[in-house]
């Protein structure tokens, strides 16, 4: 799914990474654990196409290496989620709003269509009751659900996390882990970046420690490996112990709203059918009194 091919990266004569190579495989879990600077949030960037490798080649499912044209970088965008250690959150939105506006940049606007996809994706991170207050109404640990909202409405297969943490106390943290585990276990896969020994041990995911632009071990937790491994220069599909992909239950249809509108009160969704994939386009849901989006008309946030 993710697969990177001696990728070095230089920013002018700073040498970010070196020859990295590595990859994971559909719906694994993999914590990037390493100091400020090591590395890890360019790692993310060139996942993500926000930035191109100075030599070697990135793939990311269908997408493989280049500079991506705008519709095709919107195409990959679509396949990941993305949650930022500062939240992102824009402060003159409600909660709700903030989450819709990752719909509507995917291209729906009905609200038969972005409704049932937030309310549920709300209710996922156990948000529901607070989609009309606002970033500054919500402690720290609301706003990065509020973020992890925004980052899963799409379902999409791969969820990038930089360190979703650091800017949390312990039990939030732990909460906010404990909540990544679960998204995970629904068939997305997870990379998630830290500086913390602790988050990967929480976690138990395969954890490739950087050091310096480059992958200098791995292991379960934060446990030493040969670096020939299991995620280091192996061929696809041939490792021991590989998790297997989600399963392939068709994508459900989300349940129409059964509220009135936001700016009322909390309103709840019918969520799919259990098993349906992370990745999967949830089909248009019918409410015959869907939820109005607070706020005007959306444009794409940079």
């Given amino acids: 799914m993710i697969s990177f091919e001696q990728v070095t990266k230089r920013y002018g004569e700073r040498l970010a990474l070196d020859s990295v190579s590595w990859h994971m495989d559909e719906g694994e879990s993999v914590v990037l654990l390493g100091h400020s600077g090591a590395g890890k949030t360019t790692l993310l960037k060139l996942i993500t196409h926000e930035t191109q490798p100075t030599s070697g080649m990135v793939t990311v499912g269908t997408f493989r290496g280049g500079r991506l044209s705008r519709a095709r970088r919107a195409l990959l965008r679509r396949t990941l989620g993305i949650i930022y250690?500062?939240?992102?959150?824009?402060?003159?939105?409600?909660?709700?709003?903030?989450?819709?506006?990752?719909?509507?940049?995917?291209?729906?606007?009905?609200?038969?269509?972005?409704?049932?996809?937030?309310?549920?994706?709300?209710?996922?991170?156990?948000?529901?009751?607070?989609?009309?207050?606002?970033?500054?109404?919500?402690?720290?640990?609301?706003?990065?659900?509020?973020?992890?909202a925004r980052a899963i409405v799409n379902r999409p297969a791969v969820i990038l996390a930089d360190e979703p943490t650091g800017a949390l106390e312990p039990q939030s943290a732990r909460d906010i882990l404990d909540l990544l585990k679960r998204i995970h276990g629904e068939g997305a896969a997870l990379v998630l970046a830290t500086a913390r020994p602790d988050v990967a041990e929480t976690l138990g995911a395969w954890t490739l420690r950087i050091e310096e632009g480059r992958i200098v071990s791995e292991g379960r937790g934060t446990a030493s490996a040969d670096p020939r491994g299991r995620h280091l220069g192996a061929t696809p599909g041939t490792r021991a112990g590989a998790t297997a992909g989600p399963a392939t239950a068709a994508p459900a249809t989300a349940g129409p709203a059964t509220a009135g509108p936001a700016s009322t009160g909390p309103a709840t969704a019918t969520p799919p059918a259990p098993g349906a994939p992370r990745g999967a386009e949830p089909s248009p849901a019918e409410s015959p009194r869907p939820v109005p989006a607070p706020g005007g008309p959306v444009s794409e946030a940079g």
């Fill in 85 to 148: 250690e500062d939240f992102r959150l824009l402060h003159d939105r409600s909660v709700f709003e903030n989450v819709a506006l990752a719909v509507r940049i995917g291209g729906a606007h009905r609200d038969v269509d972005v409704v049932p996809r937030v309310l549920y994706a709300l209710e996922e991170v156990g948000l529901q009751t607070l989609q009309t207050k606002y970033p500054s109404e919500l402690s720290a640990g609301e706003k990065q659900r509020a973020a992890i």
